[in-house]
């Protein structure tokens, strides 16, 4: 029963609550990649050669957040513990709480990512994410490492601010992070499964829209997890996913061909 006896340790400690997202974020990825075999979105992706960069700009942003371990989350407990905060201040329910987390936490997201396109020095950055020709789960882990330093900051301050659930706000985080890679994977739900789903949440054929080489396609689904706020700030677009199938993907050929480049991309948003 030592086992048994080290299980109830571990559990107590935290390690087991630490490592079931992480197992959870890895089947996920074993499931997508399979799906993306077997049912894919784009049938003509085959250019394999991206992927490696890919990683290795999300292998240096591990590095990054390790070095700076700023995190809406950490903040959110700061501020619980300090009494700090909006909710804190007047003394919110629990419920109230939740709630109001996860709808601050969904349309900052969707603000940050739109004033990216918007703003041309965070479009600098943001550029390397859709500067990629093509589009699959790997697509969901290239973010330039001063996007996801400014983006953390931000986020951290308005968690502090508004006084925002930590609990509440890690699941977030680990769902918006599931659904980034979901949502980026070159696969699809069947087309009434996936009209269906849109109503609410993000899908695959929705976000691809938001990869399209046309800039109009592209200013449209800033969502990272609900439809909600593109609904109703007017940037949802929901065309069939016959044609979405045929979009070009990226930013056009000067982009696209230097997009495996990682060093080029890390230099970008220092350039015009």
């Known amino acids: 029963m030592d086992w048994l006896e080290s299980l109830g340790e571990a559990a107590s400690g935290g390690t087991i609550l630490l490592w079931l997202p992480i197992l959870a974020l890895a089947a996920l990825v074993v499931i997508l990649l399979l799906a993306e075999l077997m049912w894919p979105l784009h049938r003509d992706q085959r250019d394999a050669s991206r992927i490696p960069g890919n990683f290795g700009i999300f292998l240096l942003n591990l590095g990054v957040t390790a070095l700076l371990p700023l995190t809406a989350v950490a903040a959110a407990e700061w501020a619980r513990g300090a009494g700090f905060g909006l909710l804190h201040w007047l003394a919110a329910p629990a419920l109230l709480v939740a709630v109001t987390t996860v709808i601050v936490r969904s349309l900052l997201g969707y603000w940050l990512h739109r004033l990216a396109h918007r703003v041309p020095l965070l479009w600098r950055m943001h550029r390397v994410h859709h500067c990629d020709p093509e589009v699959d789960l790997s697509t969901g882990l290239r973010h330039h490492p001063l996007e996801v330093v400014y983006l953390a900051t931000l986020a951290a301050a308005a968690a502090a601010l508004t006084g925002l659930s930590p609990v509440v706000l890690a699941v977030y985080e680990v769902v918006a992070f ?38 109009e396609q592209t200013d449209s689904n800033y969502g990272d997890v609900f439809t909600l706020w593109d609904r109703l700030f007017g940037t949802f677009q929901a065309p069939p996913r016959d044609t979405v199938r045929g979009l070009r993907l990226g930013l056009g050929d000067e982009h696209d061909a230097r997009a495996k480049n990682i060093l080029f991309q890390l230099a970008a948003p220092f350039r015009r």
Not at 191 to 207: F, N, Q, Y
Request: aromatic share 6%; glycine share 6%; net charge neutral.
């Open 178 to 215: 599931g659904f980034s890679l979901w949502t980026h994977a070159n696969t699809s739900l069947p087309e009434p499964a996936d009209r269906g789903t849109a109503l609410l949440l993000v899908t695959p054929t929705v976000h691809h829209v938001h990869h399209s080489a046309r800039q």
